[in-house]
C-alpha cells in the first residue's frame, strides 16, 4: 500500500529528470535564441501547464494519445500505448514540470555574457559544444534548482495524472494519487503516512535549493 505508489513514484520522476536535462534544456537553449523562427509557438506550448487546468489538459492529451486520438491511435497500430499504464505517468510529470525546467533555465541563458559565447564560436566550436562545456557549466546552481523545481512539480502532479493514467491501483497511482485514494477509503492513517512521506521529501528538496542561493549570494 506503501512501497507501490513511492516506487512508482521514485521511478517516474527518475525518467523526468533524465528528459528534463536532454529535451529541456534543448527547448531553454531554443528558447534563448531571440531569432528562433518558432519561438512564440514552443514559448506558448510550454508555458500553457502553468496557466491551464491541469485536469483539462489531461483532458486534451487522453483526446490526443487515446486509442482513437490522432497520436494514439499511430502508436496503437504497432501495439504502443501511451494510456493507463506508466508511460503516462512520465508524460504526465513531465508536462507538469516543464515550465519550471524551461523558463528560468531560459532566463539564466539569456543573461549569460554574449561575448563569451561569440568568442567559443569564432574559436570553432559548435553552438551543442558551447552549450555543453561553457554556458551549462557556468549556471549549473540555476540547472540544478530548476531541476529540483521541475522534479517537485513532476512528483506532486494529480490532474493530469488522473486523466490519463486513470489512477488503477497498482498500476498507475503514485504516492500522490495514493494519499487521495486513502482518503477517499476513510483511510486516513495511510492518508497521513503518505503525506508524511511527501513532506519529508518536499524539505529534502526545499534545504537543498536554501543552499543552492545561499552559496549563490556568496559568490
Known amino acids: ?14 525518467i523526468n529528470l533524465l528528459l528534463f ?4 534544456v534543448f527547448l531553454a537553449f531554443l528558447l534563448s535564441k531571440e531569432k528562433f523562427r518558432f519561438k512564440w509557438l514552443i514559448n506558448t506550448i510550454v508555458t ?8 483539462a489538459i489531461g483532458f486534451f492529451l487522453l483526446l490526443l494519445l487515446g486509442r482513437d486520438g490522432i497520436i494514439g491511435s499511430f502508436f496503437y ?11 503516462s505517468l512520465v508524460i504526465a510529470g513531465f508536462i507538469a514540470g516543464l515550465p519550471l525546467m524551461v523558463k528560468p533555465l531560459q532566463s539564466a541563458i539569456e543573461q549569460f555574457p554574449k561575448n563569451i559565447i561569440e568568442a567559443s564560436y569564432l574559436s570553432g566550436k559548435s553552438k551543442l559544444i558551447t552549450l555543453l562545456f561553457i554556458i551549462l557549466p557556468s549556471i549549473k546552481k540555476s540547472l540544478l534548482a530548476c531541476l529540483l523545481i521541475s522534479c517537485a512539480r513532476a512528483l506532486g502532479e ?4 488522473l486523466m490519463i493514467g486513470g489512477n488503477i491501483i497498482g498500476k498507475t497511482d503514485t504516492i500522490s494519487l495514493a494519499i487521495y485514494n486513502a482518503v477517499f477509503d476513510g483511510d486516513y492513517n495511510l492518508a497521513l503516512i503518505l503525506s508524511g512521506i511527501l513532506i519529508v521529501i518536499s524539505l529534502i528538496f526545499f534545504i537543498i535549493l536554501n543552499f543552492l542561493q545561499t552559496n549563490q549570494k556568496h559568490i
Open 77 to 87: 497500430k504497432f501495439d504502443i500505448t501511451f494510456i493507463f499504464c506508466f508511460p
Open 48 to 55: 500553457l501547464p502553468l496557466i491551464f487546468p491541469p485536469i
Open 158 to 161: 494529480v490532474g493530469i495524472t
Open 21 to 24: 536535462l536532454t529535451i529541456g
Open 1 to 14: 500500500m506503501i512501497f507501490n505508489p513511492l516506487f512508482l513514484s521514485i521511478k517516474t520522476v527518475g
